[in-house]
């Protein structure tokens, strides 16, 4: 069965930086949508960011633009997230999730469409 591995969660201070790894196995397909989403404590889980396997296309939240980088490794299904300018409120569990689109259909980053999901990886922004 597809299996994701996340790695890199850390306690870091207020501007500071972090790279997480998400690393997929169990399948074959070409074409995936994988990407990052996240969930504070009381906090519904959003998406942070995804990327594309065909053509590398990306997306990122608002609140993240301009301070969160994805990157994408595809022979290697590995996916990284470099995080700059950390805040408290960057504090949350950091699920890696992964999407296998039917041909035809657009390219999607939201919480609803993801097929597998990791077990997280635990970001603490504090002094």
């Known amino acids: 069965q597809v299996q994701l591995v996340e790695s890199g969660g850390d306690l870091v201070q207020p501007g500071g930086s972090l790279s997480l790894s998400c690393t997929a196995s169990g399948f074959t397909l070409d074409y995936y949508v994988i990407g990052w989403f996240r969930q504070a404590p009381g906090k519904e889980r959003e998406e942070v960011s995804c990327?594309?396997?065909?053509?590398?296309?990306?997306v990122y939240a608002d609140s993240v633009k301009g301070r969160f980088t994805i990157s994408g490794d595809i022979a290697k299904n590995t996916v990284h997230l470099q995080m700059t300018s950390l805040q408290p409120e960057d504090t949350a569990v950091y699920y890696c999730?992964?999407?296998?689109?039917?041909?035809?259909?657009?390219?999607?980053?939201?919480?609803?469409?993801?097929?597998?999901w990791g077990k997280g990886t635990l970001v603490t922004v504090s002094s």
């Open positions: 999730a992964i999407d296998f689109p039917r041909v035809g259909v657009a390219f999607q980053c939201n919480y609803y469409g993801m097929d597998y």
């Open positions: 990327i594309s396997s065909s053509d590398g296309r990306t």
